[in-house]
């Protein structure tokens, strides 16, 4: 198989699972660590000519990450497409092991067991806490609806106050944000680089945890420690 990932999350459970698989990648699929494949662009605007030119078996995607348009134009070049859909921490499971057996898997690897019985067992938390959870700034952006970072939250004790909005990544004014009062704002570290100095100045009064992005918006290998990593860092909050 000669397989090239457009999704960074996809990206790693693939290098990891099935070495040598990987044709290419995109710029942002920084894991693994030493991956060493060909790179096609960003998860918005691929280079197709070189998506093209890697003569790949299968193209992985995700509805969220990858525009139709480009995925139209691959399959019209005659590229299979597998298109993955992942919203709550169930179906990312699920849609692994379509991906994994799509990309020629003959046994299922162990980080995805793993990473399945991590979040079957999960601790006791605690009262639950609310939150908003900003994703970028300039304009504020939030979790909103339907989103598999809430869901991770929500598993985690964490109920995210704009889980309702019509929109999934609503924009929404700092000020709105700072009024709804949250116990704790989190903030992660992508697809926006929140940071000590960029990020919690903006919610004086307000207690801000810092967050991994890749444990909580990634579907992949990161899956078997998100449940410690992001509890160790909502643990502050609680205190």
Known sequence: MRVVSL???LTEAVAVSLPGVLAGATDWCSHPADLDVPRVGGTKNPKLDR??????????ANEEENREPDLDALREAGVEVLVTEV?????AFRELDRVLEACGTVSRPRWLDEAETAWSRLPDTGPRLTAVVPIWRRPWMVLGRDTFAGDVL???????????HPER????????????????VV??????????DDGPEAFPGLRCALVSGRHLTWYGPSLAQAPRVLGEALRAARR
């Open 154 to 164: 929500a598993r985690l004790g964490v109920d995210h106050l704009w889980s309702a």
């Open 51 to 60: 998506v093209l030119a890697l003569a790949p078996d299968l193209v992985i």
């Open 169 to 184: 990544y609503p924009r929404v004014p700092v000020e709105e944000l700072r009024a709804a009062a949250p116990d704790v």
């Open 7 to 9: 999704v960074p999350s």
């Open 87 to 91: 919203r709550d921490v169930p179906q």
């Open 187 to 196: 903030l992660p570290d992508e697809p926006y680089r929140f940071t000590a």
